[in-house]
C-alpha cells in the first residue's frame, strides 16, 4: 500500500483540532489575502487599460488632479487608483512627462513612489509584477508561520496534511472571492475601487 499522505482525506481527531487552531489564529491571513490577490487580478486583466487612462489623464493637470508631495520631495499628479492606496501618478518635467506607481499611506505618512519611469506602461506592469512577488512571498512566509504553529503546538506530531489544507483552503478562498468578485463587478475601465 502507497504511505501518500493524500491517500486519506479525512483528518485525524488530533489534525481536526489542529487545523481549527490554525484557522482562527490565521483568521487574518484568510481574509486579507484573498482580497488581495483579488486586486491584483483585476490589475492584471486591466493592464492596458490603466496605462492608457494614465496617458490620458497627462492632459489634465491644473484644478481636476490631486497633487501629492512624496517622501522624496517631488511632487505628483495623482491619475488612477491602480489598488486600494497605490494610485498612477504623472508629472511634467524638463525632459517629459514621468510616471509613477505611488503608495498613499492609510496612516497620514507620506506618500511614497514604489516604481517610476517615462513610459505609464511599463510602470503598471513594473508595479504589478512587485504585487505578484509580494503575493508569493506572503503565501511562503504565511506556510513557513503556519509549519512553526504546528511543530510549536504538536512537537513531534507530522501536521504536513493540517498545513496542506490550510494552504489549499487559502488558495480555494482566492479562487472563490474571484468567481464572485467577476460576477458582482462589472467593468467600467476605471481604476479599481473596493
Not at 483552503?169 to 460576477?183: G, I, P, R, W, Y
Amino acid at each position: 500500500m502507497n504511505a501518500n499522505r493524500y491517500n486519506d482525506p479525512l483528518l485525524t481527531a488530533m489534525e481536526e483540532q489542529a487545523y481549527a487552531e490554525i484557522r482562527q489564529h490565521f483568521s487574518e491571513h484568510l481574509n486579507q489575502f484573498p482580497a488581495s490577490q483579488g486586486e491584483v487580478r483585476r490589475l492584471e486583466q486591466g493592464l492596458s487599460r490603466m496605462a492608457l487612462a494614465v496617458n490620458l489623464t497627462t492632459s489634465r493637470t491644473a484644478p481636476s488632479r490631486i497633487r501629492v508631495q512624496t517622501r522624496d520631495g517631488a511632487s505628483w499628479y495623482t491619475s488612477v487608483e491602480l489598488m486600494h492606496d497605490f494610485w498612477a501618478c504623472y508629472r511634467p518635467t524638463g525632459d517629459g512627462t514621468e510616471f509613477a506607481a505611488v503608495e498613499l499611506s492609510p496612516s497620514g505618512g507620506a506618500p511614497e513612489v514604489v516604481a517610476k519611469g517615462r513610459n505609464a506602461a511599463e510602470v503598471v506592469q513594473a508595479f504589478a509584477r512587485d504585487q505578484r512577488q509580494a503575493l508569493k512571498l506572503w503565501t511562503e512566509d504565511l506556510r513557513a508561520q503556519v509549519n512553526e504553529f504546528l511543530t510549536e503546538k504538536y512537537s513531534g506530531q507530522d501536521m504536513s496534511r493540517v498545513a496542506d489544507r490550510f494552504m489549499l483552503q487559502l488558495a480555494h478562498s482566492v479562487s472563490h472571492d474571484q468567481t464572485l468578485s467577476n460576477t458582482r463587478r462589472p467593468s467600467h475601465g476605471r481604476g479599481i475601487r473596493d
